[in-house]
Nanobody, 126 residues
């Protein structure tokens, strides 16, 4: 089992920045691929970004490429999502997820992630 706890969400103006954190426990963090997904009201959950178990491979949705950065800290068992140049359309609940399978490249499919956090709200005002 893996427990994931997100933090760092909040209200920010368009053009601003936020950093989300996701603390993992319960399983060897270094063996987990980690991803971020988001869900806006009335929409399906969508992939944002992911990093593989080693940190060597990352993958971004086109909508956030160049603005968001995922990183992981093995010493802290934490994955981060740095979000810059935020737009109102980034408003959503952001979920952290863990994939225990050792894939060379991180997955963008939510079905591949076995563990999920409770989510943190990000609201970007125009």
């Amino acid at each position: 089992q893996v427990q994931l706890v997100e933090s760092g969400g909040g209200l920010v103006q368009a053009g601003g920045s936020l950093r989300l954190s996701c603390a993992a426990s319960g399983r060897t963090f270094s063996r987990l691929a980690m991803g971020w997904f988001r869900q806006a009201p009335g929409k399906e959950r969508e992939f944002v970004t992911a990093v593989n178990w080693s940190g060597g491979n990352t993958y971004y949705a086109d909508s956030v490429k160049g603005r968001f950065t995922i990183s992981r800290d093995g010493a802290q068992n934490t994955v981060y999502l740095q979000m810059n140049s935020l737009k109102p359309e980034d408003t959503a609940v952001y979920y952290c997820a863990a994939d225990p399978n050792s894939r060379r490249s991180p997955s963008f499919q939510h079905d591949d992630y076995d563990y999920w956090g409770q989510g943190t709200q990000v609201t970007v005002s125009s």
